[in-house]
């Protein structure tokens, strides 16, 4: 053994997971074939090895799925909240029992690290499902009139990078409230959200109450755009929330949007360093920066910004990057080839402007979709790197001298989901967080998630809340 | 290696100038936000040591151990017994590593001395009114000179918490510097804070840095005498301390969490917590201890584990 501690590979099971070899569309409690036989590929974003092939929804199977939502509404909103929240409550439980199979799943299909499917991804999974389990028979009590309605087929379209907490936080208030759903996963990631039929198949839930078809954009808009949905819930892109906003105008459906982000982590000169550290690793560097309330710029004081990037540096030094399934890695694969493209072309061009890249000694692995975590330094408001969601593990370091300026730096963007505030002072904290427009603004910790708290944006970030009793308001007619 | 001069870093005697300078200094350092210490330790706990790792975390956790009797009833057989046991811990297996040191009160240190005689275990001692502290200088530093004439080559001393607490930084620096005089060249010192009493992490951080000031070659967390002793966070901050006082000053300090540090997975995440936070070159007993008497036993008996594949069980280590 050398002097230096090295970690031997401590890689997760992959045999707590069955993937069979190809999938089906979840329609009305069955899986069924696509009307068209189409079918598609999902790959392991880290190994590029194929796992599965999988039904593609078209416009046919939208529809299919619509009516079997529609016959099942009846029944399902019909039940006394109770009862939903007894269904509710067994899939919760089914969740945590199924919850190591469904993090390795989700890490094979998505290529985050399982340290955070296990840790993060899958208890707040089951905790969304208790909360608004909690909800269901006290609907009456929520502060949106004594007897609240469902709106009836909810069409929820969903991102890949928490695919199956993203699910959660769709489904859950959806059937607490007693709607009926069609959920198109992404395209790269539509695995956990099958095996969530099967949950659901094993909790009993009557047919067509859930229905799962995976498949591509042109699925998503079919299903958007369907006559019989009331109520549309998207996250993912804003180019693409632009275009469903366009298409649900006019129409009486309801609709969310959780869209993209460019969020700011502001750090004071009397903040905890040690900590602000850990905390704008784990707001950029947490699921390779892939999430859109990432704190991707970073808003230092400046007499505090040497100290702060040393630290930083040496910080990066110890993430660990590599297989998303051994249990000690800290950073995994990027998603997509896809992905991974528009990655490097945004940090190509944030070079060619003229900000300094920096990224620590890194090996990358020779398959699969790799980028090292990178740092950008003497980068201005004027940088593409500073104002377009990068959606990667890519930080740009901005400078401010009085909180004033930190403000105003932290709301010039076309976003507004998240924000942070590190700081000893808590009267500081108070003062800047009410003037930041943001969905959330973390004070001396970044990305952490509960189900009774809600989450939304401002601006380009997108409308209506996830999360929380707000969250409830999306799914019943007010 | 680079040891350290007795005498405060150059760089930094500016702020024990004046009390009121050492004051500003303390508490001008950065703050700690303890849901995020604790946080980040808690992720370093989640680290998975497994095969060729392990049986290297062992091997180096057994030569860390400052092998530790403090009782009132020690006698020169109880410590010739564990001066045994530090030279040879695993009298079954001659490959397994002698700890670093073992630790007792004054008034051992000649019998101890004798029963390593010939190894490289060195023999600690804690001095200065141990573990209260609550004694005249000159009664501290004649325990010092005891230890010190008895052949210690560490002296383990603890600080005037009361003083610490009430604000008297000087009192506190002051009495530091006396004793790491008084070890001179022949015994290393450190300095125990007794963290459960100073009850803040930011008192923790400042006692680090008022330590490292006054010329301690290792902060020491704890004596193990009271009921909050060596934890993951408060050791992560302490390591943090020799890390930033090591880039400011040139000046390495070694770190020994003590107390309640019972099992191999427990030492086992202190070593994560050395290699992610100071690094590898705090990864030797010159640089960290574990202030420990039960942990021995569970390191060897993980060991045995590791190399035949069974478990064997208490009475397959010794009992000294």
Known sequence: MTSAFEYAPAPESRSVVDIAPSYGLFIDGEFTDAADGKVFKTVSPSSEEVLSEIAQASEADVDRAVKAARRAFGAWSALPGAERAKYLFRIARIIQERSRELAVLETLDNGKPIRETRDADLPLVAAHFFYYAGWADKLDHAGFGSSPKPLGVAGQVIPWNFPLLMLAWKIAPALATGNTVVLKPAETTPLSALFFADVCRQAGLPRGVVNILPGYGDAGAALVAHPDVNKVAFTGSTAVGKAIAKTVAGTRKKLTLELGGKGANIVFDDAPIDQAVEGIVNGIFFNQGQVCCAGSRLLVQESIQEELLESLKRRLSTLRLGDPLDKNTDIGAINSEEQLTRITSLVEQGEAEGAERWSPACELPDAGYWFAPTLFTNVTQAHTVARDEIFGPVLSVLTFRTPDEAVAKANNTPYGLSAGVWTEKGSRILAVANKLRAGVVWSNTFNKFDPTSPFGGYKESGFGREGGRHGLEAYLDV | ?320
């Not at chain 2, 009833?73 to 040191?101: E, F, I, S, W, Y």
């Not at chain 2, 390593?116 to 609550?134: D, E, L």
């Not at chain 2, 021995?296 to 008996?301: F, G």
Request: a neutral charge; hydrophobic letters at 45%.
């Open chain 2, 1 to 320: 290696m680079p040891t350290n001069a007795p005498t405060a870093a150059p760089a930094l005697t500016d702020v024990t100038a004046s009390d009121a300078a050492l004051r500003r200094f303390l508490h001008g350092l950065p703050g700690v936000d303890a849901v995020g210490l604790e946080a980040r330790a808690a992720t370093l706990g989640t680290r998975s040591i497994k095969t060729t790792a392990k049986a290297y975390a062992i091997d180096l956790a057994i030569s860390m151990v400052d092998l530790t009797t403090l009782e009132g009833a020690d006698t020169p057989g109880k410590v010739r017994a564990l001066g045994a046991k530090a030279v040879r811990p695993d009298p079954t297996d001659r490959t397994a590593p002698a700890t670093a040191a073992v630790c007792v009160y004054p008034d051992m240190v000649a019998v101890a001395k004798e029963a390593v005689a010939g190894s490289a275990v060195k023999v600690a001692s804690v001095a200065t009114a141990f573990p209260a502290g609550r004694a005249a200088l000159d009664v501290k530093l004649a325990d010092v000179r005891d230890a010190v004439a008895a052949g210690a080559d560490e002296v383990d001393m603890v600080i005037d918490r009361g003083a610490f607490l009430a604000g008297r930084y000087m009192k506190v620096y002051d009495e530091i510097v006396a004793v790491r005089e008084t070890c001179g060249t022949a015994a290393r010192l450190k300095v125990i804070f007794e963290t459960g009493e100073l009850s803040t992490y930011d008192n923790i951080r400042r006692a680090s840095w008022l330590g490292m000031l006054a010329g301690a070659d290792f902060i020491k967390t704890s004596t193990g005498k009271v009921a909050v002793n060596a934890t993951p966070a408060n050791t992560l901050l302490m390591l943090e301390a020799v890390r930033d006082f090591r880039a400011q000053t040139g000046v390495q300090v070694g770190v020994k969490p003590a107390g309640g540090i019972r099992t191999s997975k427990d030492a086992i995440k202190f070593l994560v917590l050395v290699n992610e936070t100071a690094g590898e070159d705090w990864l030797d007993n010159h640089w960290f201890r574990f202030g420990a008497s039960s942990l021995l036993n569970d390191l060897l008996m993980q060991r045995q584990k590791l190399a035949t594949g069974r478990y064997s069980g208490p009475d397959y280590v010794t009992v000294d």
